[in-house]
């Protein structure tokens, strides 16, 4: 089975604070990917990797970064945290450069106050 | 542009058979997934239509048309465990997907 991890469930966080959170997947899949859930809006991504070294920005990519140095870590980054960015954020994985099932992480239920 | 539609809330008894729309319109279509996920809990994989036509899993079955930008997730012999949120996501290009905002089903009793 797939295990796909993420480092919180649930973190609280100040205006302005830089917050990192990891996601790291056991299976060797290529592609990576970080979620945001708000209601009403579903599942949006923010940024994608297929690669190590390699990303591309998603839909909502402003105020966040990401980090794939290990093909099996992928790290979600928010430089100056904004009460904007209070959210669920969901690491998933997948195997390869064709379209494939993806794998959910537990996700991160993050209030930025 | 790219866009999935599905109902926001469904509710049904349980035992019965349930029929969870999705509609798309979106460009470099490959393929229809559903998933599945409970409260506070992540989304995990139910099906993948990448043809015209009906998949069937157990009590789970699910149905693609491509000329219609359409798919459906069925139900059958609902469970009380089957209250959950329902998401349909189209992918499309390589690596992209493109999520509904869920569909919240409902199983009583």
């Known amino acids: 089975d797939v295990k796909v991890t993420q480092s919180s469930r649930y973190l609280v966080k100040r205006t302005g604070e830089k917050v990192f959170l990891e996601c790291v997947q056991d299976m060797d899949h290529e592609n990576m990917f970080w979620y945001r859930q708000d209601p009403g809006l579903g599942l949006r991504l923010i940024y994608f990797?297929?690669?190590?070294?390699?990303?591309e920005k998603g839909d909502i990519p402003e105020g966040y970064s990401v980090s794939r140095e290990k093909k099996e870590r992928f790290s979600l980054i928010l430089e100056s945290a904004s009460t904007n960015q209070t959210s669920m954020y969901l690491c998933?994985?997948?195997?390869?450069?064709?379209?494939?099932?993806?794998?959910f992480g537990p996700g991160t239920r993050l209030l930025v106050l | 542009g790219q866009n999935i539609d599905q109902p926001t809330e469904m509710t049904a008894t349980e035992g019965a058979i349930v029929q969870i729309n999705c509609t798309y319109q979106?460009?470099?279509?490959?393929?229809l997934f559903w998933y599945q996920q409970h409260a506070g809990e992540a989304p995990t994989f139910l099906s993948y239509?990448?043809?015209?036509g009906l998949e069937e899993k157990g009590r789970f079955s699910s149905f693609l048309s491509r000329s219609k930008g359409y798919s459906y997730l069925l139900l059958k012999e609902l469970q009380m465990k089957d209250s959950a949120s329902y998401l349909c996501?189209?992918?499309?290009?390589?690596?992209?997907?493109?999520f509904g905002t869920g569909t919240r089903l409902k199983v009583l009793a």
């Open positions: 239509n990448v043809l015209d």
């Open positions: 998933a994985s997948s195997l390869s450069e064709n379209q494939e099932t993806q794998y």
């Open positions: 979106t460009s470099g279509f490959n393929g």
């Open positions: 990797s297929y690669d190590v070294k390699m990303k």
């Open positions: 996501a189209g992918g499309i290009l390589t690596y992209k997907y493109i």
